[in-house]
């Protein structure tokens, strides 16, 4: 009876060593363009496609990619100029599926007394370092001939940085949805001052992990496209429930949400295939180009897209 018992028990405990070593340990930020992750969650997708997600929530890029570089996590919802980033650090770190442009959904924003962005000159700019937020900002200062010496930085992330311009705190800040809408509805003294729709392409994210763990789960890679595909399906074809599953895991209200989802392009199999033989390849030299000007001493290296981008699987499913 003991012995019986003894391996049962066993039985049991290797069972579930196998189930938590077939999970995957997914890390993403309260960012709208991630949405279609917590719908493939909350509707079933991920099981469909015989997958088990956990996803975890971050508030810093930084910690996110430590997770995954430590193997804490097995993918992480990451954008392109993270990557590139990541690249430069030696960091094994490849997308496998495009998730989104950001068009309005980040922004630069400041006070009404802030007319343009050659006006940030001198002021304290709230914003992460390494981060989107970082990017968009770099970009706007050399469209006018600055750089990020003309400010003053104040480290912050993005949900806190709309609550800092908002508080007083800082004279501008540079977020994404649903903070911008967040900061607009809680305030009339402050407004956008210039947008990623400025350069398209220019804000994207992918679904990454390491080549390594790519090219040892190819069943899982193609089950999170697929579940992906089919929440993106599902979004548009059902704006209202969809939303709302969105809008209550970045923590928005539906008034604030509706419109800024408006600023977010989500992409399905195809049009991830499209976009991918299109200027994708081009942006990312862009993007590369940009961080190398305005970070020259961690920036040393621009990859070819085909060195950040695994997405064999993707041009097979098309």
């Given at each position: 009876?003991?012995?019986?018992?003894?391996?049962?028990?066993?039985?049991?405990v290797?069972?579930?060593?196998?189930?938590?070593?077939?999970?995957?340990?997914?890390?993403?930020?309260?960012?709208?363009?991630?949405?279609?992750?917590?719908?493939?969650?909350?509707?079933?997708?991920?099981?469909?496609?015989?997958?088990?997600?956990?996803?975890?929530?971050?508030?810093?890029?930084?910690?996110?990619?430590?997770?995954?570089?430590?193997?804490?996590?097995?993918?992480?919802?990451?954008?392109?100029?993270?990557?590139?980033?990541?690249?430069?650090?030696?960091?094994?770190?490849?997308?496998?599926?495009?998730?989104?442009?950001?068009?309005?959904?980040?922004?630069?924003?400041?006070?009404?007394?802030?007319?343009?962005?050659?006006?940030?000159?001198?002021?304290?700019?709230?914003?992460?370092?390494?981060?989107?937020?970082?990017?968009?900002?770099?970009?706007?200062?050399?469209?006018?001939?600055?750089?990020?010496?003309?400010?003053?930085?104040?480290?912050?992330?993005?949900?806190?940085?709309?609550?800092?311009?908002?508080?007083?705190?800082?004279?501008?800040?540079?977020?994404?949805?649903?903070y911008?809408?967040?900061?607009?509805?809680?305030?009339?003294?402050?407004?956008?001052?210039?947008?990623?729709?400025?350069?398209?392409?220019?804000?994207?994210?992918?679904?990454?992990?390491?080549?390594?763990?790519?090219?040892?789960?190819?069943?899982?890679?193609?089950?999170?496209?697929?579940?992906?595909?089919?929440?993106?399906?599902?979004?548009?074809?059902?704006p209202?429930?969809?939303?709302?599953?969105?809008?209550?895991?970045?923590?928005?209200?539906?008034?604030?949400?509706?419109?800024?989802?408006?600023?977010?392009?989500?992409?399905?199999?195809?049009?991830?295939?499209?976009?991918?033989?299109g200027?994708?390849?081009?942006?990312?030299?862009?993007?590369?180009?940009?961080?190398?000007?305005?970070?020259?001493?961690?920036?040393?290296k621009?990859?070819?897209?085909?060195?950040?981008?695994a997405v064999?699987?993707?041009?097979?499913?098309?």
């Amino acid at each position: 009876m003991y012995k019986k018992f003894s391996l049962a028990a066993l039985a049991l405990v290797a069972s579930a060593a196998t189930a938590m070593a077939d999970e995957i340990k997914l890390g993403l930020q309260p960012w709208l363009g991630y949405g279609p992750l917590w719908v493939a969650e909350q509707k079933g997708f991920f099981a469909d496609h015989g997958i088990d997600v956990n996803l975890t929530t971050f508030s810093w890029d930084q910690d996110m990619t430590a997770a995954l570089a430590s193997g804490n996590l097995d993918v992480i919802a990451a954008a392109t100029n993270s990557v590139i980033a990541s690249y430069n650090v030696g960091l094994d770190q490849k997308g496998f599926l495009i998730m989104d442009l950001s068009f309005e959904a980040d922004a630069i924003m400041a006070g009404n007394n802030i007319a343009s962005v050659a006006d940030l000159k001198g002021k304290d700019i709230a914003f992460e370092s390494g981060s989107t937020s970082d990017l968009l900002l770099n970009y706007a200062l050399r469209q006018n001939g600055m750089s990020l010496a003309d400010i003053n930085h104040i480290p912050m992330g993005a949900s806190e940085a709309g609550l800092a311009l908002i508080s007083g705190r800082v004279e501008a800040a540079v977020t994404y949805e649903p903070y911008i809408s967040g900061a607009l509805a809680q305030s009339d003294e402050n407004r956008v001052l210039f947008t990623a729709a400025e350069k398209p392409g220019l804000i994207s994210d992918m679904l990454t992990s390491s080549s390594t763990w790519i090219d040892a789960h190819p069943e899982d890679v193609r089950g999170l496209i697929m579940a992906w595909d089919d929440a993106v399906r599902f979004i548009r074809e059902n704006p209202e429930e969809g939303g709302a599953i969105i809008a209550e895991a970045v923590g928005s209200n539906m008034e604030e949400f509706t419109p800024a989802f408006e600023g977010v392009r989500l992409y399905t199999i195809p049009e991830m295939a499209q976009f991918l033989g299109g200027d994708f390849q081009a942006t990312i030299q862009e993007i590369g180009e940009i961080m190398a000007e305005t970070n020259p001493e961690h920036i040393t290296k621009i990859p070819a897209a085909d060195e950040i981008l695994a997405v064999d699987a993707l041009m097979s499913m098309q």
